[in-house]
């Protein structure tokens, strides 16, 4: 028996299958196998590109976090989706996505299940944009213009609703606007909070425990929604934190001036740090520019911009697993890491994680 025909044997063994058998055989192989998949038949391509593929990857628990690295190319203007893609040696490499448009430079952007949403822009023609990128099939779908243009945005999600947190575009105050992700509708009108934020602007934010904690320069503020309430939080503007993430209702962010990661409990108001790593060693005798950090399935993930010999700038990636001792001392083990880029024309703007 020819090899040909023992390879279309073993393809209509699987076909013949029911299809609902199929998709759960599907759904448990890794989504990087899925564009070989494809070359197999045209039923296949059919279901590996179908929405079904996902349903049953989230109903088996089965989904894995895909990194998605904003960057912008100084020789075009442009600022491109970039993802991180394991190579067949086992490495990682950062890919182009060419389906994705080029985004706005100044847009604020939030990873909600398999999804991306971006708010605002720069002119007159985005400035009242919303758009929801699907990571499954990378498309785009415009979502209805925001009810009021700002600058210097920042964004996070709470049961469904996204809230956009900004400069007012036709003056100097912050105000806040929210989107019901399940409705796909913006909530009547604008919010203008309650409290002087002496003529900052945000920008960085997180949620723990179902509040929103927003540093403007100097100052940070937290907002929690059930009170509609805006207070100022002394401990947490004790440090200047930025690039940040949450795993478990605690905060992490890479400290460049002490060279480390940094831990805050909002409930006992304690800046801490993870003990167990040595960022040094993850990219040896390089100068660290700064570290973006995004957090998944407890875990964080980090990409890394440094300078390294004749080259301008490197990025390296790595994940890191988290386990909390007794004392409350909280550890990090590097699970992996690999160089994704070198490049000299090419910064970072947003690094996100998408579960699909």
Not at 104 to 127: C, E, L, M, Q, W
Request: proline share 5%; hydrophobic share 40%.
């Amino acid at each position: 028996m020819t090899s040909n025909v023992r390879r279309k044997n073993k393809q209509s063994l699987i076909t013949s299958l029911p299809e609902d058998v199929i998709f759960d055989i599907l759904a448990r192989v890794p989504r990087c196998k899925y564009p070989t998949l494809s070359l197999v038949s045209k039923q296949l391509r059919s279901l590996v590109t179908s929405p079904e593929i996902y349903v049953r990857r989230s109903l088996l628990r089965v989904t894995e976090p895909c990194f998605y690295v904003l960057l912008y190319d100084s020789q075009s203007g442009d600022n491109r989706w970039y993802i991180i893609h394991p190579k067949a040696n086992g490495n990682r490499c950062l890919v182009l996505i060419h389906s994705l448009p080029a985004m706005n430079p100044v847009a604020s952007f939030v990873a909600v299940d398999t999804r991306i949403y971006v708010f605002g822009g720069r002119d007159d023609h985005t400035k009242y944009r919303a758009l929801c990128i699907d990571c499954r099939f990378h498309t785009v779908e415009h979502l209805p213009s925001m009810p009021v243009p700002m600058s210097h945005a920042v964004v996070d999600i709470i049961d469904g609703k996204i809230y956009v947190i900004g400069d007012y575009y036709r003056g100097s105050n912050t105000v806040m606007a929210v989107f019901n992700t399940e409705t796909k509708l913006w909530e009547l009108g604008m919010t203008k909070p309650n409290i002087d934020f002496a003529g900052a602007f945000p920008t960085h934010c997180v949620v723990m425990d179902d509040k929103i904690y927003v540093r403007f320069i100097f100052k940070s503020f937290v907002y929690e929604p059930k009170k509609s309430q805006w207070e100022m939080e002394e401990m947490l503007s004790s440090n200047m934190w930025s690039y940040a993430c949450v795993v478990d209702n605690i905060l992490y962010y890479y400290d460049h001036w002490g060279n480390k990661l940094r831990t805050y409990d909002p409930k006992q108001r304690y800046w801490g740090a993870v003990k167990g790593l040595d960022l040094e060693e993850l990219v040896p005798k390089r100068n660290i520019h700064w570290i973006h950090t995004v957090s998944y399935s407890g875990k964080l993930a980090l990409i890394i911009a440094y300078e390294g010999g004749r080259t301008p700038l490197y990025l390296w990636s790595a994940e890191i697993s988290l386990e909390i001792r007794q004392g409350g001392e909280i550890w990090g083990k590097v699970e992996w890491s690999d160089e994704v880029l070198s490049a000299d024309n090419l910064q970072v703007r947003r690094f996100l994680a998408v579960m699909i």
